[in-house]
């Protein structure tokens, strides 16, 4: 059995509870911190950046950040993200206009670099980079918003990310974000899927921990 890694996205967090609610979850069993960054161009929606990163690592939070990028440009943020105690940097190659450059700026500042692939953005992109991403992340639902469907082709596209890395014989993360949920994350994983964002199905129930190990069984069945 692979290694499977559980991110709750802190979107459906209580912002103005934010340090308690990451505590929370990470004491819930969550492996990673999914930070979404949107920028009301790239995406209709405005979200958080790297000031708050930095607040979460000065509240104490230990566990890897995983920084999600939905922001153009994507450049000048890297560096601010890195020094505000980021572990991985996402973006969408749509919004980069030199992508092999931005994957390289991301490892030079020593987090793990990764491409985002919207639901119909084609997997091309990662014809000349596979050595230069540490992590690819398929969205299954249109980036902009928390609580959405998860979008079934998402599974074919899964399979055909997963047979290139293994393919390629590297070590690379394949993430899934976008309307996971208990019931759906076995077929997630079974499609080729290591690491699931999650951010209505925990945030939205009172018990992070029951559902966590509800996701968790799942995996292990
Ligand atoms: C959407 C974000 C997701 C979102 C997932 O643009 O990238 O991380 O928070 O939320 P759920 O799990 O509710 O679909
Ligand atoms: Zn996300």
Redesign the pocket.
Known sequence: MRDYLIAP????ADFARLGEEVDAVLAAGADVV?F?V?DNHF?P?LTIGPMVCQALRDYGITAPIDV?L?VQPVDAIVPQFAKAGASIITFHPEASTHIDRTLQLIRDQGCKAGL?FNPATPLHYLDYVMDKVDIILL????????????IPSTLDKLREVRARIDQSGRDIILEV?????TDNIRAIADAGADMF????????QPDYSQVIRQMRDELAQ
């Open positions: 996205s802190i979107l459906s999914h979404d949107m995406v929606n999600h939905m985002v969205m299954s639902v249109n980036p902009g918003f928390g609580g959405q469907s998860f974000d976008g309307g996971v949920k964002v999650a951010g209505s199905a925990i945030f939205n």
